[in-house]
């Protein structure tokens, strides 16, 4: 089977940072470089909601317009991983973070592994 277990959440005050990270491991899952990567976040009572995603290749990234300029997203394949660097941070970013390996979309129904999701708080 295959595994993502996403990190780096915790709490911090408004227009604080925080890095994500998702390592996917199984020794079956050769294809990593071959997935778009993902992350969604959920807020309680709401929706998972599309935060960003990076092409296989690391050429294409997008972004919810809510988090443009202040998240960015990259992959380094030759270690399996997806990063979510947050800068600028605000009480509206709280929420589970969870990372998603498959193919490029925005809705989570497109997405075919999910990691077990790091909880971000973001304090006014």
């Known amino acids: 089977q295959v595994q993502l277990v996403d990190s780096g959440g915790g709490m911090v005050q408004t227009g604080g940072s925080l890095r994500l990270s998702c390592v996917v491991t199984?020794?079956?899952?050769?294809?990593?470089?071959?997935?778009?990567m993902g992350w969604f976040r959920q807020a309680p009572g709401k929706e998972r909601e599309f935060v960003a995603v990076i092409s296989w290749t690391g050429g294409s990234t997008a972004y919810t317009d809510s988090v443009k300029g202040r998240f960015t997203i990259s992959r380094d394949n030759a270690k399996n991983t997806v990063f979510l660097q947050m800068n600028s941070l605000k009480p509206e970013d709280t929420a589970v973070y969870y990372c998603?390996?498959?193919?490029?979309?925005?809705?989570?129904?497109?997405?075919?592994?999910w990691g077990q999701g790091t909880q971000v708080t973001v304090s006014s």
């Open positions: 998603a390996a498959g193919h490029w979309g925005t809705s989570p129904s497109e997405w075919d592994y």
């Open positions: 199984e020794r079956t899952f050769r294809t990593f470089s071959r997935y778009a």
